[in-house]
């Protein structure tokens, strides 16, 4: 690990039963901190339950105790990024609300989407919504392309951009969307 951080390189690491995850994560925030980078750090991971202990439980507790210790003044800011189908798109969405509103069913329903539809980039998560696996389907994001009429205003790409951008310490992605979307 170190040796790839000292050279700029991509690099490859597992954690296992020895290593603690701690470990890494501390060694990544320390390198990143001493050597004044503001690269973005990007873990991989086999599951969205894994994404999220990594982020709840190991960087938040690296976080406080360098909060702590003065090491840090502010919260290292932390993504959980996962794939396409996790999010909204707001094409299919728009789509899916108007066929439902002539069909004039589901009250609580509509609602949600609704709501869905006036939320900011960051909450387009779909695992945060109490939906059937069934509706999640019809209005997830399958690819995202420059032609669509609403690219521009695209709540999906303004997310991927804000990843992107630099403002995080570190994006926890998994292993597929790692090769495929990022």
Do not use: M, W
């Not at 690990?1 to 603690?20: C, K, P, W």
């Not at 599951?47 to 406080?64: C, G, H, R």
């Not at 709501?115 to 779909?126: G, H, K, P, R």
């Amino acid at each position: 690990v170190f040796d790839g951080l000292y050279r700029s390189r991509v690099t490859l690491a597992g954690f296992n039963e020895v290593i603690n995850k701690f470990d890494y994560i501390v060694a990544l925030t320390a390198y990143r901190l001493f050597e004044g980078l503001e690269d973005t750090i990007i873990i991989s991971t086999s599951t969205i339950t894994l994404q999220n202990v990594l982020k709840e439980k190991y960087i938040d507790a690296v976080s406080k105790a360098l909060i702590k210790y003065n090491v840090i003044d502010k919260p290292l800011k932390t993504a959980v990024c996962k794939g396409k189908s996790h999010y909204v798109c707001d094409v299919k969405l728009n789509t899916y609300l108007s066929s439902i509103i002539r069909s004039n069913s589901e009250n609580e329903l509509i609602e949600i989407l609704q709501n869905l539809c006036n939320v900011s980039a960051s909450y387009i998560d779909l695992d945060n919504y109490s939906l059937t696996p069934y509706i999640k389907k019809r209005i997830c994001v399958n690819k995202c392309s420059k032609v669509c009429g609403l690219y521009n205003k695209c709540r999906y790409c303004k997310l991927i951009n804000k990843y992107r951008n630099g403002e995080y310490d570190f994006i926890i992605v998994n292993h597929n969307y790692l090769l495929t979307d990022l």
